[in-house]
Structures are given as structure tokens and as C-alpha cells.
């Protein structure tokens, strides 16, 4: 996997020991979509590559990766053990319902 393998990194390792460290004194600013190598250049015009590594985490993390419906279908939301992707998605849904009306 070329692109979103940190995604994948971070369930292996919560996967293998079921917590991440979190410190709140570090903030990190970083050129993201637009800096040049790395995932930018191995991403494609029309997202397929984006949505082939979606496919691969969702089909690994069964239940862990919802399509981000704000960004557009290249872009995921992790919730991992908080709650199920279906359980995001109909939220999201009922909201966009709300606000049709």
C-alpha cells in the first residue's frame, strides 16, 4: 500500500497493544495535500489509488474506516472501538436529512 499506510501503522499497533500515547504539548505544522513526494506524488488525478487503499484498510479493519462524506470519497474517518462505520454513516445521513428541511 502506497498511500494511507499510516492509517494501516496505527490499527496494527492498536491492534497489538490496544492504546497510542497522546501528548498534548507537541503540536506538529506540515504541509499536507500540496508538499511534493511522499503520498502526493503517489496519488493520481482521479483518486482510484486513494479509494484501491480505502478499499484494502476496510477490507483489513472490517468496521474501523467510514468514508469521510465531507471531504469527498478519498478521505476516511477512524473510529476505532468507539463505534461501527454503519453507525457513522446513518448519523450522518440523519443530519443531512435535518437540514434539508
Given at each position: 500500500m502506497?498511500?494511507?499506510?499510516?492509517?494501516?501503522?496505527s490499527?496494527?499497533?492498536?491492534?497489538?497493544h490496544?492504546?497510542?500515547?497522546?501528548?498534548?504539548r507537541l503540536?506538529?505544522?506540515?504541509e499536507?495535500?500540496?508538499?511534493e513526494?511522499?503520498?502526493?506524488?503517489n496519488?493520481?488525478e482521479?483518486?482510484?489509488?486513494e479509494?484501491?487503499?480505502?478499499?484494502i484498510?476496510?477490507?483489513?479493519?472490517?468496521?474501523?474506516?467510514?468514508?469521510?462524506?465531507?471531504?469527498?470519497?478519498?478521505?476516511v474517518?477512524?473510529?476505532w472501538?468507539?463505534?461501527r462505520?454503519?453507525?457513522?454513516?446513518?448519523e450522518q445521513d440523519?443530519?443531512?436529512?435535518?437540514?434539508?428541511?
Open positions: 502506497q498511500l494511507k499506510e499510516d492509517y494501516d501503522y490499527c496494527a499497533h492498536l491492534h497489538a490496544g492504546a497510542v500515547y497522546r501528548c498534548n503540536l506538529l505544522q506540515a499536507h495535500e500540496t508538499n513526494g511522499g503520498a502526493v506524488t496519488r493520481d482521479q483518486g482510484q489509488r479509494r484501491d487503499a480505502i478499499h484498510l476496510q477490507k483489513k479493519w472490517p468496521g474501523v474506516f467510514c468514508i469521510n462524506g465531507k471531504r469527498g470519497d478519498t478521505q474517518i477512524m473510529a472501538k468507539r463505534r462505520c454503519d453507525e457513522f454513516e446513518s440523519s443530519k443531512k436529512k435535518k437540514r434539508k428541511v
